[in-house]
């Protein structure tokens, strides 16, 4: 067995790709060559295109398309090879436009573009533990001037008293909060960053995010999400909003227009990565949660490829928490250049540094 594959077992909030799921036009006059096309590639790998005339047709051209863009054509049954070097990981739809006794037929299939990258097992020290509040269910965690922001969801405490959904600013040595921002009932709190003077928040399944004023902390809009998606966590790069929506998708938003531009697929090795949450962009790679499980990917955010994993099951020996209470909250405090690890309704907070 392959190294990431053992790692993959770590994040195992996986599901495995389709193999073999291919679709055929409509029209199955012509169909791509399974015999030369596999269901799965690698970034390095090129592919060759190649369509069957089980027909015997007069063949004209073929034009041959990736995601509905167009790469290239053919006179006849010429081979067309493709290289997949500049393909976001995930599946590509395939489609052939081919040409014949003044006609046109379609063919398609779909491939696998996965990772060729095996992923570090990764190792972490704690430098210090502090006291998190058990009643706080951690969906975003993020440093602002040196001071730790915590978003949290609707649920219920231990004792059975419900709390609604917040984000608060807080002295994350002594726990003593410094403001609080309560959402109305409708809302379930998730992941927050802030960026331009702004902090940002998502709300679950509601598809309404929020923009306040990063220093007064007073609300100034509200926005809708462009794309029909859920909100989990939530980070940046300076520059650009990520969020990620519980699938393996980490999405490219504007902070300017809150248009959602763009995504990448999160694959460890031929394995995707299915419901990350939390999200922190640290010394530019992605660092998501992997929700239910007690581990954290270190994601490429260019091609979506895991290239470390950090175990983080060894908290649970350090915590009195429950099944339920998962590993969520990744915050980078620039100054001291460590890490702040939590979890929802946890009872401690750890600051930590990354050991290769």
Not at 174 to 196: C, P, R
Request: charged letters at 25%; aromatic letters at 12%.
């Amino acid at each position: 067995m392959k190294k990431y594959n053992l790692l993959s077992i770590i994040l195992l909030a996986v599901t495995l790709s389709n193999c073999g799921d291919t679709k055929k036009g409509e029209n199955s006059l012509f169909t791509f060559d399974n015999k030369v096309i596999k269901t799965q590639y690698e970034p390095q790998d090129q592919l060759d295109l190649v369509i069957t005339n089980d027909n015997a047709k007069a063949i004209d051209s073929v034009i041959y398309y990736v995601n509905d863009k167009k790469i290239g054509s053919s006179k006849g049954l010429e081979r067309l090879t493709y290289a997949l070097e500049n393909q976001k990981l995930g599946y590509q739809n395939l489609k052939a436009l081919v040409y014949f006794d003044g006609t046109s037929s379609e063919a398609t299939t779909r491939i696998e573009l996965v990772s060729s990258i095996t992923p570090k097992l990764l190792k972490y020290k704690i430098i210090n533990t502090y006291p998190h509040d058990t009643e706080s269910f951690t969906e975003g965690l993020e440093f602002y001037k040196d001071t730790l922001y915590e978003s949290t969801g609707s649920g219920t405490s231990a004792s059975g008293a419900a709390y609604k959904s917040y984000f608060r600013k807080y002295d994350y040595k002594t726990g003593k909060i410094y403001k609080q921002i309560d959402l109305e009932d409708k809302y379930f709190g998730e992941g927050i960053t802030f960026i331009n003077g702004k902090l940002y928040q998502l709300t679950w399944q509601e598809k309404t995010g929020f923009i306040y004023n990063a220093t007064t902390l007073k609300l100034e809009k509200s926005f809708a999400y462009t794309k029909d998606i859920e909100g989990w966590g939530m980070t940046n790069d300076g520059k650009n909003i990520y969020q990620s929506d519980g699938t393996e998708k980490i999405w490219k938003t504007n902070p300017e227009t809150q248009e959602m531009l763009d995504y990448i697929n999160v694959y460890s090795g031929k394995t995707k990565i299915k419901a990350l949450n939390e999200l922190e962009y640290i010394n530019d790679k992605f660092y998501a949660n992997v929700w239910q499980k007690d581990a954290i990917a270190v994601v490429n955010p260019a091609s979506g490829a895991v290239e470390g994993i950090l175990d983080m099951s060894g908290l649970r020996k350090l915590i009195k928490v429950t099944p339920d209470d998962v590993l969520n909250g990744i915050a980078y405090n620039p100054k001291t250049k460590t890490i702040f690890i939590t979890g929802k309704n946890w009872d401690k907070m750890f600051e930590i540094i990354i050991v290769e």
